[in-house]
């Protein structure tokens, strides 16, 4: 339910910013056509099962740059980009049921993207400029996974066993809308991303099933125009 009513708010976001972007197209200057690189800080929320179960929101930042395609005048761009993200520890607690022994499983996540697609949106010189973008992704997981057998009566007398440190590669690809408010040559960026994998090896050890998390990205950053 809570996932459900996350997706149906970026929905509505969407076509809110989509309908917006329309009315920047129409408003923006056909001649217009300036790049921009944006550096950004996010906030990434884990939105499905697979995700919240193996990690909570995490902070991380990235850079994109937004190149307008020759002959689009400006509305139809390039996006490619990288960023990482630290997914805070998420500790899953498994009990036993005839003799009650409690066992949590500890996971720490390192996330990141390298991604390419495309842009939908004005780069020129009016203030309000609304986009959306859609990318396919190389998406790479660094993986640590604990073991630990507590002592409530001792934390310091728990048993701890590292089940596996390892690092990932899994395909995936992302939609998102956003607004930059262009100031000149530099401007403020924000928007929301959807994310998602495929086949990411499950966190839970050797041989294990594979998952296909999604995740919602909140991004604030400044973007800098690039004059050709």
């Known amino acids: 339910m809570f996932a459900s009513i996350r997706l149906r708010a970026f929905a509505a976001l969407a076509l809110t910013l989509g309908l917006a972007c329309v009315a920047g197209l129409v408003s923006q200057p ?5 790049p921009r690189a944006t550096f950004y800080v996010l906030r990434m929320d884990p939105s499905d099962v697979n995700a919240r179960d193996y990690a909570r929101p995490g902070w991380g930042g990235g850079v994109d740059v937004s190149w307008p395609l020759p002959g689009s005048q400006g509305l139809l761009s390039a996006l490619v980009g990288l ?12 009990q036993d049921p005839t003799t009650l022994l409690r066992i949590e499983q500890h996971t720490d996540q390192m996330y990141g993207r390298l991604f390419v697609g495309g842009e939908l949106g004005p780069h020129g010189n009016g203030f309000l400029e609304p986009y959306a973008n859609a990318a396919i992704a190389l998406v790479f997981y660094g993986i640590s996974t604990t073991v630990v057998v507590p002592d409530d009566s001792d934390r310091q007398n728990d048993i701890n066993q590292l089940l596996s ?39 839970l050890g050797d041989g294990a099933v594979t998952i296909q998390p999604s995740y919602l990205q909140y991004r604030l950053g400044v973007s800098i125009g690039i004059r050709q």
Do not use: C, H, I
């Not at 056909?30 to 300036?34: G, I, L, M, T, Y």
């Not at 403020?188 to 086949?199: E, H, L, P």
């Open 165 to 203: 440190d390892q690092n990932e590669v899994a395909f995936g690809w992302s939609a998102g809308t956003g607004m930059n408010l262009n100031f000149g040559r530099w401007g403020v960026d924000g928007g929301v991303r959807y994310v998602k994998q495929y086949g990411v090896p499950q966190q």
């Open 30 to 34: 056909a001649s217009a056509a300036v």
């Open 83 to 94: 960023e990482a993200t630290s997914l805070l520890s998420k500790v899953k607690k498994f």
